[in-house]
């Protein structure tokens, strides 16, 4: 996301903490609920900082979309320009 050469983790696009839900389970087939991206640790943090579990498995399900939360938009400008880790939360 902030386009930084960093070390990768791995972001399911709906958290597994709501997995078992009934409502994400009848709205999403199980290989949808595996799908992820790839972002650095700091963006991941922002991500999870920025937007509850909840809120992700409703709306924000991907790397655009996040790319385009107004909060996230300004982490990620902002961490683009940092070249050392930023500890976030």
């Known amino acids: 996301m902030c386009y ?12 597994t903490s ?3 839900r ?5 709205r ?5 609920l595996q799908q992820g991206i790839n972002i650095c640790r700091d963006c991941h943090n922002a991500v999870h900082h920025f937007l509850s579990n909840k809120e992700l498995s ?7 979309e996040l790319c385009e939360h107004p909060e996230i938009a300004k982490y990620i400008e902002w961490a683009a320009r940092q070249s050392g880790r930023i500890r976030f939360g």
């Open 22 to 26: 009934r409502s994400v389970k009848t």
């Open 58 to 64: 409703e709306k924000w399900h991907g790397l655009d």
């Open 28 to 32: 999403f087939t199980k290989a949808e």
């Open 4 to 15: 930084r050469s960093r070390p990768l983790t791995f972001h399911h696009i709906i958290p």
């Open 18 to 20: 709501l997995h078992r």
